[in-house]
Protein backbone atom coordinates (compact mmCIF):
# COMPACT_ATOMS: atom_id res chain seq x y z
CA UNK A 1 0.00 0.00 0.00
CA UNK A 2 1.31 3.41 -1.04
CA UNK A 3 1.55 5.86 1.52
CA UNK A 4 0.81 9.60 2.28
CA UNK A 5 3.32 10.95 5.08
CA UNK A 6 4.64 13.91 4.08
CA UNK A 7 6.89 15.73 0.72
CA UNK A 8 10.21 13.32 0.04
CA UNK A 9 13.33 15.01 0.59
CA UNK A 10 14.54 16.15 -2.73
CA UNK A 11 17.24 14.32 -4.33
CA UNK A 12 20.05 16.70 -3.51
CA UNK A 13 19.06 16.01 0.40
CA UNK A 14 19.64 12.44 -0.67
CA UNK A 15 22.94 12.77 -1.57
CA UNK A 16 24.52 14.83 1.37
CA UNK A 17 22.57 12.24 3.72
CA UNK A 18 24.67 9.69 1.22
CA UNK A 19 27.77 12.10 1.16
CA UNK A 20 27.67 12.04 5.15
CA UNK A 21 27.89 8.26 5.67
CA UNK A 22 30.11 7.55 2.62
CA UNK A 23 32.79 10.06 3.20
CA UNK A 24 31.69 13.20 0.70
CA UNK A 25 30.17 13.44 -2.59
CA UNK A 26 32.66 12.35 -4.64
CA UNK A 27 32.73 8.44 -2.88
CA UNK A 28 29.14 8.24 -3.16
CA UNK A 29 28.94 9.19 -6.94
CA UNK A 30 32.21 7.35 -8.12
CA UNK A 31 31.82 4.13 -10.44
CA UNK A 32 28.23 4.70 -10.81
CA UNK A 33 28.02 3.08 -14.24
CA UNK A 34 26.56 5.44 -17.09
CA UNK A 35 24.41 3.68 -19.04
CA UNK A 36 24.54 2.49 -22.38
CA UNK A 37 22.53 3.93 -25.46
CA UNK A 38 19.38 2.28 -27.25
CA UNK A 39 21.63 1.28 -30.19
CA UNK A 40 24.19 -0.13 -27.71
CA UNK A 41 21.62 -1.79 -26.45
CA UNK A 42 19.82 -2.62 -29.39
CA UNK A 43 22.75 -4.23 -30.55
CA UNK A 44 23.23 -6.89 -28.03
CA UNK A 45 22.47 -10.77 -29.41
CA UNK A 46 20.12 -13.16 -28.06
CA UNK A 47 22.19 -15.85 -26.98
CA UNK A 48 23.97 -13.07 -24.62
CA UNK A 49 20.25 -11.84 -23.07
CA UNK A 50 19.12 -15.18 -22.84
CA UNK A 51 22.59 -15.84 -21.14
CA UNK A 52 22.13 -12.88 -18.96
CA UNK A 53 18.58 -14.70 -18.06
CA UNK A 54 20.39 -17.83 -17.16
CA UNK A 55 22.58 -16.35 -14.76
CA UNK A 56 19.86 -14.69 -13.29
CA UNK A 57 17.80 -17.49 -13.01
CA UNK A 58 20.40 -20.09 -11.69
CA UNK A 59 21.77 -17.61 -8.80
CA UNK A 60 18.17 -17.00 -7.31
CA UNK A 61 18.61 -18.52 -3.82
CA UNK A 62 22.01 -19.90 -4.23
CA UNK A 63 25.39 -18.64 -3.66
CA UNK A 64 26.25 -16.38 -6.90
CA UNK A 65 30.29 -17.73 -6.71
CA UNK A 66 28.95 -21.08 -7.54
CA UNK A 67 27.37 -19.92 -10.39
CA UNK A 68 30.11 -17.91 -11.49
CA UNK A 69 32.43 -20.61 -10.69
CA UNK A 70 30.50 -22.99 -12.86
CA UNK A 71 29.54 -20.52 -15.51
CA UNK A 72 32.15 -21.92 -17.99
CA UNK A 73 30.57 -24.97 -18.06
CA UNK A 74 27.09 -23.65 -18.03
CA UNK A 75 27.98 -21.86 -21.38
CA UNK A 76 29.21 -25.29 -22.49
CA UNK A 77 26.42 -27.06 -21.33
CA UNK A 78 23.58 -25.31 -22.96
CA UNK A 79 25.25 -24.97 -26.20
CA UNK A 80 26.20 -20.88 -26.21
CA UNK A 81 22.85 -20.29 -25.04
CA UNK A 82 21.82 -20.71 -28.98
CA UNK A 83 17.90 -18.94 -28.70
CA UNK A 84 16.72 -21.38 -31.86
CA UNK A 85 18.52 -24.74 -30.37
CA UNK A 86 16.62 -23.96 -26.97
CA UNK A 87 13.65 -22.97 -28.08
CA UNK A 88 13.48 -26.53 -29.34
CA UNK A 89 15.02 -28.43 -26.63
CA UNK A 90 13.82 -32.20 -27.09
CA UNK A 91 13.16 -33.81 -23.93
CA UNK A 92 16.07 -36.31 -24.14
CA UNK A 93 18.17 -32.75 -23.98
CA UNK A 94 16.06 -31.62 -21.36
CA UNK A 95 16.68 -34.68 -19.13
CA UNK A 96 20.63 -34.54 -19.68
CA UNK A 97 20.61 -31.50 -18.65
CA UNK A 98 18.83 -32.43 -15.01
CA UNK A 99 21.54 -35.06 -14.84
CA UNK A 100 24.58 -32.89 -16.46
CA UNK A 101 26.92 -31.81 -13.54
CA UNK A 102 28.16 -28.58 -14.85
CA UNK A 103 24.69 -26.87 -14.41
CA UNK A 104 22.98 -26.23 -11.60
CA UNK A 105 20.87 -29.29 -11.38
CA UNK A 106 17.20 -27.73 -11.36
CA UNK A 107 14.59 -29.13 -13.66
CA UNK A 108 12.43 -25.53 -12.97
CA UNK A 109 15.16 -23.40 -13.87
CA UNK A 110 16.17 -25.40 -17.25
CA UNK A 111 12.65 -25.51 -18.14
CA UNK A 112 12.55 -21.60 -17.56
CA UNK A 113 15.48 -20.70 -19.61
CA UNK A 114 13.92 -23.02 -22.52
CA UNK A 115 10.83 -21.12 -22.11
CA UNK A 116 12.91 -17.51 -22.31
CA UNK A 117 14.37 -19.42 -25.26
CA UNK A 118 10.78 -19.50 -26.76
CA UNK A 119 10.04 -16.13 -25.56
CA UNK A 120 13.12 -14.04 -27.53
CA UNK A 121 12.63 -16.41 -30.53
CA UNK A 122 9.01 -15.18 -30.61
CA UNK A 123 9.63 -11.66 -30.08
CA UNK A 124 12.24 -12.45 -32.88
CA UNK A 125 10.16 -13.48 -35.35
CA UNK A 126 6.97 -10.64 -34.50
CA UNK A 127 9.78 -8.33 -36.16
CA UNK A 128 11.37 -6.22 -33.01
CA UNK A 129 14.01 -8.44 -31.12
CA UNK A 130 14.20 -8.30 -27.48
CA UNK A 131 17.12 -6.08 -27.36
CA UNK A 132 15.58 -3.11 -29.09
CA UNK A 133 12.14 -3.38 -27.30
CA UNK A 134 14.51 -2.81 -24.00
CA UNK A 135 16.24 -0.18 -25.51
CA UNK A 136 13.55 1.37 -26.85
CA UNK A 137 11.57 1.16 -23.48
CA UNK A 138 10.99 4.66 -21.59
CA UNK A 139 12.53 5.01 -18.45
CA UNK A 140 9.84 6.80 -17.30
CA UNK A 141 7.82 3.49 -17.10
CA UNK A 142 10.51 1.40 -16.26
CA UNK A 143 8.51 -0.22 -13.61
CA UNK A 144 6.41 -1.51 -16.99
CA UNK A 145 9.73 -3.01 -18.23
CA UNK A 146 9.76 -4.83 -15.10
CA UNK A 147 6.13 -6.17 -15.26
CA UNK A 148 6.40 -6.96 -18.53
CA UNK A 149 9.80 -9.36 -18.27
CA UNK A 150 7.58 -10.50 -14.89
CA UNK A 151 4.52 -11.15 -17.29
CA UNK A 152 5.99 -12.78 -19.92
CA UNK A 153 9.03 -14.35 -19.41
CA UNK A 154 9.53 -16.88 -17.36
CA UNK A 155 11.48 -16.69 -13.31
CA UNK A 156 11.94 -12.87 -14.18
CA UNK A 157 10.49 -11.38 -11.48
CA UNK A 158 11.84 -9.95 -8.37
CA UNK A 159 15.26 -8.83 -8.64
CA UNK A 160 16.19 -11.26 -11.47
CA UNK A 161 15.18 -8.74 -14.31
CA UNK A 162 16.17 -5.55 -12.81
CA UNK A 163 19.72 -6.85 -12.49
CA UNK A 164 19.64 -8.67 -15.98
CA UNK A 165 18.83 -4.91 -17.17
CA UNK A 166 21.49 -3.28 -15.11
CA UNK A 167 24.35 -5.53 -16.60
CA UNK A 168 23.08 -5.14 -19.85
CA UNK A 169 23.57 -1.38 -19.56
CA UNK A 170 19.69 -0.25 -19.12
CA UNK A 171 19.10 2.88 -17.14
CA UNK A 172 17.63 1.00 -14.11
CA UNK A 173 16.35 0.94 -10.61
CA UNK A 174 17.13 -2.03 -8.01
CA UNK A 175 14.65 -2.69 -5.14
CA UNK A 176 17.77 -3.96 -2.91
CA UNK A 177 16.89 -4.23 0.84
CA UNK A 178 18.53 -0.33 1.45
CA UNK A 179 16.29 1.20 -1.60
CA UNK A 180 13.64 -0.02 -0.14
CA UNK A 181 14.26 1.41 3.39
CA UNK A 182 14.79 4.73 1.85
CA UNK A 183 11.58 4.25 0.41
CA UNK A 184 10.33 3.64 2.50
CA UNK A 185 11.84 6.50 4.86
CA UNK A 186 10.50 9.25 1.95
CA UNK A 187 7.12 8.28 2.70
CA UNK A 188 6.60 6.17 -1.47
CA UNK A 189 5.71 3.32 -0.03
CA UNK A 190 5.40 1.10 3.28
CA UNK A 191 6.92 -2.07 2.76
CA UNK A 192 8.88 -3.75 -0.02
CA UNK A 193 6.35 -3.39 -3.13
CA UNK A 194 4.76 -6.41 -4.27
CA UNK A 195 1.67 -4.24 -6.33
CA UNK A 196 1.29 -2.60 -9.24
CA UNK A 197 0.04 0.65 -7.17
CA UNK A 198 3.26 0.37 -5.07
CA UNK A 199 5.16 0.09 -8.42
CA UNK A 200 3.48 2.99 -9.61
CA UNK A 201 4.30 4.96 -6.67
CA UNK A 202 8.28 4.03 -6.62
CA UNK A 203 7.95 4.75 -10.34
CA UNK A 204 6.54 8.53 -9.88
CA UNK A 205 9.06 8.95 -7.22
CA UNK A 206 12.73 8.08 -9.28
CA UNK A 207 10.68 10.25 -11.91
CA UNK A 208 10.31 12.81 -9.47
CA UNK A 209 13.81 12.91 -8.70
CA UNK A 210 15.21 12.17 -11.85
CA UNK A 211 13.05 15.67 -13.38
CA UNK A 212 14.63 17.59 -10.23
CA UNK A 213 18.25 16.29 -10.39
CA UNK A 214 18.83 15.00 -14.07
CA UNK A 215 20.68 12.57 -12.91
CA UNK A 216 20.00 8.92 -14.52
CA UNK A 217 17.94 5.91 -12.37
CA UNK A 218 20.65 4.35 -12.02
CA UNK A 219 22.74 7.09 -10.03
CA UNK A 220 19.21 7.60 -8.16
CA UNK A 221 19.10 3.99 -7.06
CA UNK A 222 22.42 3.84 -6.38
CA UNK A 223 22.85 6.93 -4.30
CA UNK A 224 19.41 5.57 -2.49
CA UNK A 225 21.21 2.57 -1.28
CA UNK A 226 24.55 4.31 0.10
CA UNK A 227 21.95 6.74 2.11
CA UNK A 228 20.79 3.83 3.87
CA UNK A 229 23.71 0.84 4.10
Known amino acids: MVTLEGPMRRFEEIVDIA ?6 RDAVLAGIPKPKSPDEIAAVPDDRWLAGMARGIFQAGISWTVVENKWPEIEEAFRG ?4 ALSMMS ?13 IRSAPKIAAIRDNAAFLRRLAEDGTPF ?3 VADWPEADFAGLLDWL ?5 RLGGGTAAYLLRSMGKDSFI ?6 ARLVAEG ?4 AP ?4 AMQAVQQAFNTWREESGATLTTISRVLAQSIG
Not at 150 to 154: E, H, L, P
Not at 194 to 197: D, I
Request: net charge positive.
Open 19 to 24: AERKGG
Open 81 to 84: FDVG
Open 91 to 103: EDWFDALVADRRV
Open 131 to 133: GRR
Open 150 to 154: KRDGS
Open 175 to 180: LSQDVV
Open 188 to 191: VIDK
Open 194 to 197: TSRR
